[in-house]
Each structure stands twice: as structure tokens, then as C-alpha cells.
């Protein structure tokens, strides 16, 4: 083979090779080249082209100062109640299940209560105190009345009268002690849920407010003795709190009255909008937060208590360029993005990145509304050799 045909054939070769492979141009935009840019040129047949997908910048209203931190949904202990068993008995019906919607005064168990019993006897013998000291009181009167018409004609002498008199005393005595006691015993009943008199039917307990039925503690059979220990819980979750630990460094940007914005995990794709209605007076020795309260309604049932989130304060916001998430590349330098310069050529960006909301991120500097950028086949560009900026 000729020396020319040689040539002519390495030089095909190298064509062929190069053909479709992206091409590095050290060329800056505009008119002045800068050798410190690395661009990326890929020619207008490279099958790479398919895959690369680019977006223009846009620009929104975006957080220039935030407060985030981490919350949690409770119960607001104003509208839950832990219900008791205010006496000892075992329980032989419960009228209710876990997650039942009640009403308040509703029947939520009947209870056969030997301790019931005795309250409602001692009820009874106090009424029946009463009854015998009034009858008492009426002949002692009765009594005073004869003595005086006799002391009025001479029949009896006036120590009869005083002493009359003194025994109508101690009767009227006797009368107030027994209505008190007869008192004592109907509010102890009330106290209880219990109505006066109605012996020998079971122990009823019930609602003391409306709401979901959310923890259950008892079962049919069971003999309850311990009447201090909750037998279940009720919540009205109509309205829930969300509790935030703010660190001590950033609670000064936050006052009652505060809006703030909500997310929850279990939401990923809502937010609700809140206001700060308590921040804690201490802060915490051990994590160095303060605790920040805020109200979420909750008519249509999806908000439940422990489930997890982040509230968000927002200072002040600013018009900002916004990109997608999966066009930024993390490296050694810094992140960055690729800017398409024309059509098949790109090159490395550097950006300083602002606030995250969701799949989109503010940029502080490096970009502006109007560029162009890769959001989708960077991996593409990043194995072709470039470096970050």
C-alpha cells in the first residue's frame, strides 16, 4: 500500500471514530472566549441528542428567609378526655369499638358495680334519716305548741316550756344534719353518673364529651379495680395541634399571631396554612429548641395525631430563577447546572442555590429567567468529560 493511501485510510478511520461523540469547545459565550469554560458539543446527528432534555428558566415568588423545622400533630388536650370508671366492677357490655364516632352522654359500657350498690344504699338511708328526723321535728313542734297553751293557763310550769322549746331546737338540729348528709350522698351519685334510687340496675357509663373513640383499654368481663387507670380515650379531632421544636436560633423570627405553612408526611402533595397561637417561655436544656404551637382544622377527618411533618415560616420573599431538582449536579466545587448555549453545545454552570420547595429549587446566583438548562440526560454530558466550573 502507497504511503497516500495509508494516510487516507487513518484519516477515514478518525472521522468515522469521532463521528456522533460529544466534543469539547473551550469557548465561552458571547464574544469573548474564556479557556476556563468547558463546553460540550455535540454534532447535530449524535444519538445523544434523543435523550437530553432542556427547559427554559422561569422565575416565581420564592422564600428569601425561612424557619424550618420538624412538627408533630397532637390532640388539643382541651378537646380529649381520658375516660375513668369512677368505681370498681367488672365490665359486662361495652357499647362502643375503637374509632367510633360518639355523642356526648352517650352509653359507652354497662359495669355490675357491688361499690354502685353501696352508694346508692347510703343514699337511701340518708333519705330515710330524713324522713325520721322530720317526723321528729312535727311531734317536737307539736309538742312546744300543747306545753305553751298549758304554760298559758297555769297547767305546767315555765321550765316545761324551755325545755320543749330546747328539744324543738335540737329537732330542727337534727333535720339540717340529715337533709346535708342526704345532699352529700346525691352529689357523690352525680358525681358518678349514678341517678338516686335506682338500685340494683347496672352501672352506665358515659360520653363526657362528642368526639372519635381513639384508644381502648378494656374488654367484655373484665373486672376493673383500678379507677384512676383510663379505660379508653376520646378525642374531638375536629381541630388538632402541631407542635414544633424551632431552633433557639431562629425562634426570634417567630410571634404569636405568625403564619406558618404545614406539611405533613402523609401528605406529600398538600400544605396547610396555620397561626402561631403559643411559643414556650423556655427553652429546651437538652436540644436547645422552643416548642411553637399552632392550630389545624380538621372537618374532613385526614389529620390524625402523631403523624409527622415540617412547619415552615416564611420572613420575606423574593422573584427568583426556579429549576427542577434533577437539573443541579452536586461535585467537589460546588454545584452546578448545564446552560445550552445553541442547540447541541452546553456548558457547566455554577449556581448558589436558595430555598427547596418540593421538586423545585430557587437559584440566588449563576442563572437567569429566560436560560436554557438540562433537566433531563445530565448524566449523558457528565460522562462525556466535563468538569464543575
Not at 72 to 91: F, H, M, S, Y
Not at 299 to 328: E, K, Q, T
Request: net charge negative; hydrophobic share 45%.
Amino acid at each position: 500500500m502507497s504511503m497516500f493511501h495509508l494516510a487516507a485510510a487513518l484519516i477515514a478511520i478518525a472521522v468515522v471514530g469521532c463521528k456522533g461523540k460529544p466534543q469539547e469547545d473551550t469557548s465561552a459565550s458571547g464574544s469573548a472566549p474564556d479557556a476556563t469554560v468547558r463546553r460540550i458539543v455535540l454534532p447535530p446527528d449524535s444519538p445523544m441528542l434523543a435523550d437530553i432534555k432542556v427547559e427554559t428558566v422561569a422565575s416565581a415568588e420564592m422564600p428569601t428567609v425561612e424557619v424550618v423545622a420538624p412538627g408533630k400533630l397532637r390532640a388539643d388536650p382541651n378537646r380529649l378526655a381520658k375516660v375513668e370508671l369512677p368505681v370498681t366492677g367488672r365490665i359486662t357490655q361495652i357499647l362502643v369499638s375503637l374509632g367510633d364516632a360518639v355523642t356526648e352522654g352517650q352509653t359507652l359500657m354497662e359495669v355490675d358495680s357491688p361499690e354502685a350498690g353501696e352508694f346508692q344504699s347510703a343514699y337511701l338511708q340518708a333519705r330515710a334519716s330524713v324522713g325520721e328526723a322530720t317526723a321528729a321535728l312535727s311531734k317536737a313542734e307539736a309538742d312546744r305548741d300543747r306545753i305553751s297553751d298549758l304554760f298559758e293557763h297555769k297547767a305546767v310550769a315555765r321550765k316545761e316550756v324551755l325545755n320543749a322549746q330546747t328539744e324543738l331546737e335540737q329537732r330542727r338540729e337534727e333535720v339540717a344534719q340529715a337533709r346535708a348528709e342526704a345532699e352529700q350522698a346525691i352529689g357523690r351519685l352525680k358525681i358518678m353518673g349514678l341517678k338516686p334510687g335506682e338500685v340494683g340496675k347496672p352501672f352506665t357509663l358515659h360520653a363526657p364529651l362528642a368526639g372519635k373513640v381513639i384508644e381502648m383499654n378494656v374488654a367484655p368481663g373484665q373486672f376493673w379495680s383500678d379507677i384512676s387507670a383510663p379505660l379508653m380515650t376520646i378525642a374531638d379531632l375536629s381541630k388538632v395541634w402541631v407542635t414544633s421544636n424551632v431552633p433557639e436560633g431562629d425562634v426570634s423570627k417567630i410571634r404569636v399571631g405568625a403564619m406558618l405553612e404545614v406539611e405533613l408526611t402523609a401528605y406529600p402533595d398538600r400544605s396547610w396554612n396555620v397561626t402561631v397561637f403559643r411559643i414556650a417561655d423556655e427553652v429546651d436544656p437538652q436540644t436547645h429548641t422552643v416548642t411553637v404551637w399552632a392550630e389545624l382544622d380538621n372537618a374532613d377527618g385526614l389529620l390524625r395525631p402523631d403523624m409527622f411533618g415540617r412547619m415552615r415560616y416564611v420572613d420575606s420573599v423574593a422573584r427568583l430563577p426556579v429549576i427542577p431538582l434533577g437539573a443541579v449536579v452536586q461535585s467537589e466545587g460546588g454545584p452546578f447546572v448545564y446552560r445550552q448555549v445553541t442547540p447541541g453545545t452546553f456548558e457547566p454552570v455554577a449556581v448558589t442555590l436558595g430555598v427547596r420547595r418540593k421538586q423545585q429549587v430557587a437559584v440566588l446566583t449563576g442563572l437567569k429567567e429566560g436560560d436554557q438548562i438540562v433537566v433531563g440526560g445530565t448524566m449523558l454530558l457528565e460522562g462525556s468529560g466535563a468538569t464543575a466550573p
